[in-house]
Nanobody, 122 residues
């Protein structure tokens, strides 16, 4: 079983930055893929970014390119999502997730955190 816990969300003004963290426990992660999704009320989860845990490739949603950075610290079993130049449209609950293969689809991620709220004011 894998347990994921996000933190780092909060309220920030438009143009500001936040760094989300996701601590993973329960199993080894060096052969896994980490991902970040977000969800707004009344909508399904939207893909944000994904990367292999051991490094080597990254993939971002179009809206995240150039503003968000996904990374991981193997020693800490922690995934990060650095978000800069935030916009009110980025307001959502952000979830981290772990998959055993490369995918950008929500259904491909087996393990999920509880989510952390990000609110961007105009």
């Amino acid at each position: 079983q894998v347990h994921l816990v996000e933190s780092g969300g909060g309220l920030v003004q438009s143009g500001g930055s936040l760094r989300l963290s996701c601590v993973a426990s329960g199993r080894a992660f060096n052969d896994k893929h980490m991902g970040w999704f977000r969800q707004t009320p009344g909508k399904g989860r939207e893909f944000v970014a994904t990367a292999s845990w051991y490094g080597g490739w990254l993939y971002y949603a179009h809206f995240a390119e150039g503003r968000f950075t996904i990374s991981g610290d193997n020693a800490k079993n922690t995934s990060y999502l650095e978000m800069t130049n935030l916009r009110p449209s980025d307001t959502a609950v952000y979830f981290c997730a772990v998959s055993t293969y490369y995918t950008t689809y929500e259904t491909g991620f087996r393990y999920w955190g509880q989510g952390t709220q990000v609110t961007v004011s105009s």
